[in-house]
């Protein structure tokens, strides 16, 4: 499952940045979708999750501020990033789950200066 990253780049803290991921194929609302993050000599941590039915599950830290979402109609999950920190700074990943398979896509650079 090719996975693409659009979407990351250079912001101000307090500023916003929406991230997107498109996924190859016709299984796509079959997976769970994540992001994820790692940054510089830290280890990839789970960001947000939403699964094929919609629910959705936080890291405590972009809790309020951070917003995953899919269309299933163009094989898209979205990541809306508010109220940005620059402990945000990361590389962010795609990525996509069934019971059979995980899927990652290369990642995008978020860099948030304070």
């Known amino acids: 499952v090719p996975l693409q990253a659009f979407g990351g780049g250079l912001v101000q803290a307090g500023g916003s940045l929406s991230l997107s991921c498109v996924a190859s194929?016709?299984?796509?609302?079959?997976?769970?979708m994540g992001w994820y993050r790692q940054a510089p000599g830290k280890q990839r941590e789970r960001v947000a999750v939403i699964t094929r039915g919609g629910s959705t599950n936080y890291e405590n830290s972009v809790e309020g501020r951070f917003t995953i979402s899919r269309d299933n109609a163009k094989n898209t999950v979205y990541l809306q990033m508010n109220s940005l920190k620059p402990e945000d700074t990361a590389v962010y990943y795609c990525?996509?789950?069934?019971?059979?398979?995980?899927?990652w896509g290369k990642g995008t650079q978020v860099t948030v200066s304070s």
């Open positions: 990525n996509a789950y069934t019971l059979s398979m995980d899927y």
């Open positions: 194929g016709s299984s796509f609302r079959f997976y769970t």
